[in-house]
């Protein structure tokens, strides 16, 4: 069972959304069934170095689809995604949805051929995984408003991807509130050990 853990927090341990996701992680391995076996590994993003599609970085890219040259060592970290059983996603909610980190990641591993394929009838998805969990925390109050760009875009992305479930554990108003932080941290913390706990029923 290949998990893939995408770490796209910039602040460390300080981070909020990071802390949701090791509520979860803690919780998913203490109730690991002994007969899965585990291949886990994790992407800490603000330590890799992804760059924008520009310049020869682009034209490489697009001469090496138009190749067919899906097996490149930079299509790596896209081969990854599109093998993974179960993906998990951490990040906070930066200026109305996901960091630069998050959004370069998506950008170097969204690939015709390898995560997502085209047709006379359009795109469909080549990822295997059945689920994509995402963590984030939020300093305001959104809900399903239409400022909300972060979870929204990743759901609609996970659609082009081929990946059919996603869900998101997620602590809103917490810079907004501060008097509330503990409780809504509280709330949500809950939520993902208990998430965790189910992970290997789904
Ligand atoms: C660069 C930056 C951009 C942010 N943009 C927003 C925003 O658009 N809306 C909002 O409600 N909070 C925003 N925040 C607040 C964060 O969402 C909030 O503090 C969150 O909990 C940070 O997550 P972390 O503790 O995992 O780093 C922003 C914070 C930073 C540092």
């Known amino acids: 069972m290949k998990v893939l853990m995408i770490n796209g927090c910039i602040r460390g341990t ?21 007969s899965i076996r585990l291949n886990y590994t994790r992407l800490d993003l603000a ?60 950008e170097n591993i969204s690939l015709d051929g390898i995560t997502f394929g085209c047709n006379d009838e359009g795109m469909y998805g080549m990822c295997r995984a059945k689920d994509f969990t995402f963590f984030t925390t939020r300093g305001g109050v959104y809900g399903n408003g239409p400022l909300e760009q972060g979870a929204r875009y990743l759901e609609a992305l996970c659609g082009m991807f081929g990946i059919p479930e996603f869900r998101c554990i997620c602590a809103e108003g917490i810079d907004a509130r501060p008097e509330e932080t503990d409780r809504i941290m509280g709330k949500a913390l809950a939520e993902a050990r208990e998430a965790g706990e189910h992970y290997w029923e789904a």
């Open 47 to 106: 330590d890799m170095d992804f760059k924008p599609l520009k310049g020869s970085f682009f034209e490489e890219r697009q001469r090496l689809l138009e190749e067919g040259s899906r097996e490149h060592p930079r299509f790596f970290y896209a081969r990854q995604f599109a093998q993974a059983d179960r993906i998990l996603l951490a990040a906070p909610f930066w200026d109305l949805s996901v960091p630069a980190i998050v959004k370069l990641y998506i």
């Open 14 to 34: 300080k981070s909020r959304s990071w802390q949701l996701a090791q509520a979860f992680l803690s919780a998913m391995e203490a109730h690991k069934p002994e």
